[in-house]
């Protein structure tokens, strides 16, 4: 599975982006996307997940400012980031879940290359 996530840029405290990820390859039982990011200096941390059904698990800090989607084909995401504040800035990284066929259990993490996103204050 190959993950390209883009959308990143440099904006301004207040502004808004949209992070894509489109995943291609073998999807056969991909079963959840999502995103993370890491700060400089920082661990990796969850942004947002979405299921194939459509059921979406939020940071705590951030569900109200962000929104997670999947566009009209199940293997793109979107990441609608609102009301964006410097520490927002990190790599963005966009994720797959590979599931067995209960979806109980996780067999692979994929993980896409990043795409930058800095807000300036």
């Known amino acids: 599975v190959q993950l390209q996530a883009s959308g990143g840029g440099l904006v301004q405290a207040g502004e808004s982006l949209r992070l894509s990820c489109t995943a291609s390859?073998?999807?056969?039982?991909?079963?959840?996307m999502g995103w993370y990011r890491q700060a400089p200096g920082k661990q990796r941390e969850l942004v947002a997940t979405?299921?194939?059904?459509?059921?979406?698990r939020y940071a705590g800090s951030l569900e109200g400012r962000f929104t997670i989607s999947r566009g009209t084909a199940e293997n793109t995401i979107y990441l609608q980031m609102n009301s964006l504040k410097p520490e927002d800035t990190a790599v963005y990284y966009c994720?797959?879940?590979?599931?067995?066929?209960?979806?109980?259990?996780?067999?692979?993490?994929?993980w896409g290359q990043g795409t930058q996103v800095t807000v300036s204050s």
């Open positions: 994720n797959a879940d590979r599931r067995s066929l209960s979806g109980a259990t996780l067999m692979k993490t994929y």
């Open positions: 390859g073998n999807l056969f039982n991909i079963n959840g």
């Open positions: 979405i299921t194939n059904s459509g059921g979406t």
